[in-house]
C-alpha cells in the first residue's frame, strides 16, 4: 500500500472550504488502484486550521498512473495562473510506503 498525505494549513474558520473541496467526487475517484481518501481536521490546531488528506492507493504504481494522467496533468493546466485562495497559508505533502497494517477489532467482530 502507498499512501500520500496533504497537510493544509488555512486561516481560522476556513477549514470547511478545504474539506468541501476534496470531499466532492472528481476524476481522482475514477482512478485504478485508488483505495479511499480521508479528509480530517485537526481539532487540535491553535493558531491556522490544519485540513489533513490521506489519500491510500494500492500500489506506489498506482499513484503514479494517477500523477501522470490526462485528468490529473489537466487539472494543473486548468488552474495554472490562479491564485491561491487568501485563506491558503500553505500546504505539505509526504508520501509512504505501508510497511505493516495491524487490524483492529470492531464491535460484533470474530476473532
Excluded: C
Aim: proline fraction near 4%.
Amino acid at each position: 500500500m502507498f499512501i500520500q498525505t496533504r497537510s493544509i494549513s488555512v486561516e481560522k474558520g476556513n477549514s470547511g472550504k478545504v474539506v468541501e473541496r476534496f470531499s466532492t467526487p472528481g476524476a481522482l475517484d475514477e482512478m485504478e488502484g485508488l483505495i479511499d481518501i480521508s479528509v480530517m481536521v485537526n481539532k487540535k490546531a491553535k493558531e491556522n486550521e490544519e485540513v489533513l488528506l490521506l489519500i491510500r492507493w494500492d500500489s506506489e504504481e498506482a499513484w503514479k498512473n494517477w500523477e501522470k494522467s490526462e485528468a490529473h496533468l489537466q487539472g494543473h493546466r486548468n488552474s495554472r495562473g490562479q491564485e491561491k485562495p487568501s485563506y491558503m497559508i500553505g500546504t505539505t505533502v509526504n508520501m509512504y510506503e505501508v510497511q505493516a497494517v495491524r487490524p483492529g477489532k470492531l464491535p460484533g467482530q470474530r476473532s
